[in-house]
């Protein structure tokens, strides 16, 4: 009986254990189109698992298409432009952030019936086949970002 005290601090051990961080989404949010029949611009904030994973798509059934870009200065006066990306790393145990001014992704398509303060699912696409799903909340052109 001397070691009935370790049973319970070897359960907390073996709990710690399985309870590894997963790949998970949040902070979802669009921004709708100032002009009409432009494309909008979704963010994120997707959190790495036990194991580095490889972002390949972000989607919408509202969108008629997406794509992954990244923001960047030019060196021409100060100038930014984008860049299409073909896919992203995700860190283990790390962040990946999609912000206004850095990545984020294009919505191209988008019907003119989304309104501000609606939700728009978002569909994350991962190498190894696993995909997530984020709600993301619809913010108009010019209100400020939710988070």
């Given amino acids: 009986m001397r070691f009935a005290h370790v049973a319970p601090v070897m359960l907390l051990v073996l709990a710690a254990c399985h309870h590894e ?20 611009a979704a963010y994120l904030v997707i959190h790495g698992g036990p ?7 972000v989607e919408s059934k509202a969108a008629g298409a997406s794509e992954l870009h990244e923001s960047m200065a030019t060196g021409r006066g100060g100038a930014t432009g984008m860049a299409r990306l073909d896919g ?19 919505l191209f398509g988008l019907s003119p019936a989304w309104k501000a303060k609606g939700r728009m699912p978002l569909s994350l696409r991962f190498a190894t086949g696993q995909s997530l799903t984020v709600d993301a909340m ?3 052109a010019g209100d400020a970002a939710p988070y």
């Avoid at 194991?51 to 798509?57: C, E, F, G, T």
């Fill in 21 to 40: 961080a997963t790949l998970s989404a949040d902070h979802g949010w669009v921004r709708l189109p100032a002009v009409p029949g432009h494309p909008g």
């Fill in 51 to 57: 194991v580095p994973a490889r972002l390949l798509a």
């Fill in 88 to 106: 992203v790393d995700v860190p283990a145990h790390g962040e990946l952030r999609f912000a206004p001014g850095g990545r984020h992704v294009m």
């Fill in 138 to 140: 619809v913010v108009g």
